[in-house]
Nanobody, 119 residues
Framework: VQLQASGGGLVQAGGSLRLSCAAS????????MAWFRQAPGKEREFVAAISWNWGTAVYADSVKGRSTISRDNAKSAVYLQVINLKPEDTAAYYC?????????????WGQGTQVTVSS
């Protein structure tokens, strides 16, 4: 699976952003698609994930209530909408994929898209 993330940019605190991840290379049946982020000097952290088949979603506490992960089966794309952005949301955001919920590691990664939130 090849993943291409886009949609990052510079946003003022309180604003919103929608990130996109285009997937190609194979069908995504049973796959789990996710967003991670990594701020400078910090470890990469999980943000949200969604099952391709049923759209079941999970979120990190840090973004719960402010973000929505969704997918478009026809476009083979995954999106992350974040509202009420905070400076601490500043990070490179990565989309990732794994073959099922029971698979431990995400083994497909896209390049990062930078999100910078100014205060």
């Amino acid at each position: 699976v090849q993943l291409q993330a886009s949609g990052g940019g510079l946003v003022q605190a309180g604003g919103s952003l929608r990130l996109s991840c285009a997937a190609s290379g194979r069908t995504l049946t049973n796959y789990v698609m996710a967003w991670f982020r990594q701020a400078p000097g910090k470890e990469r952290e999980f943000v949200a994930a969604i099952s391709w088949n049923w759209g079941t979603a999970v979120y990190a506490d840090s973004v719960k209530g402010r973000s929505t992960i969704s997918r478009d089966n026809a476009k083979s794309a995954v999106y992350l909408q974040v509202i009420n952005l905070k400076p601490e949301d500043t990070a490179a955001y990565y989309c990732a994929a794994k073959s099922s919920w029971s698979t431990v590691n995400y083994d497909h990664w896209g390049q990062g898209t930078q999100v910078t939130v100014s205060s």
